[in-house]
Nanobody, 115 residues
């Protein structure tokens, strides 16, 4: 069973930066698809960024050019580096990984961006 634990959330002002971390019980390169998703209070959970085993990345239009997803197999960690944060980025951010056709989710970390 894959375990995912997010960290790095917090309160920042608009224009600031944060780096979220997702510690995994498996080498992230061994997971078919890993990514970050977010959910605002009254909105559905949306994809933010994903990365495949081949390193192919995908970003939501809203975060392109501002967020970067990357992996560190030595630390079994997936990161989401966020720059130029906006109030609309405020949400609970979740890490997800797919292994053997099963999706695993962390419990989330809260990011709050003030204007």
């Amino acid at each position: 069973q894959v375990q995912l634990v997010e960290s790095g959330g917090g309160l920042v002002q608009a224009g600031g930066s944060l780096r979220l971390s997702c510690a995994t019980s498996e080498n992230p390169f061994s997971v078919g698809l890993m990514g970050w998703y977010r959910q605002a209070p009254v909105k559905e959970r949306d994809v933010v960024a994903t990365i495949t085993t081949l390193g192919i990345t995908h970003y939501a239009d809203a975060v392109k050019g501002r967020f970067t997803i990357h992996r560190d197999s030595a630390k079994n960690t997936v990161y989401l580096q966020m720059f130029s944060l906006k109030p609309e980025d405020t949400a609970v951010y979740y890490c997800s990984g797919r292994l053997s056709e099963i999706d695993y989710w962390g419990k989330g970390t809260l990011v709050t961006v003030s204007s």
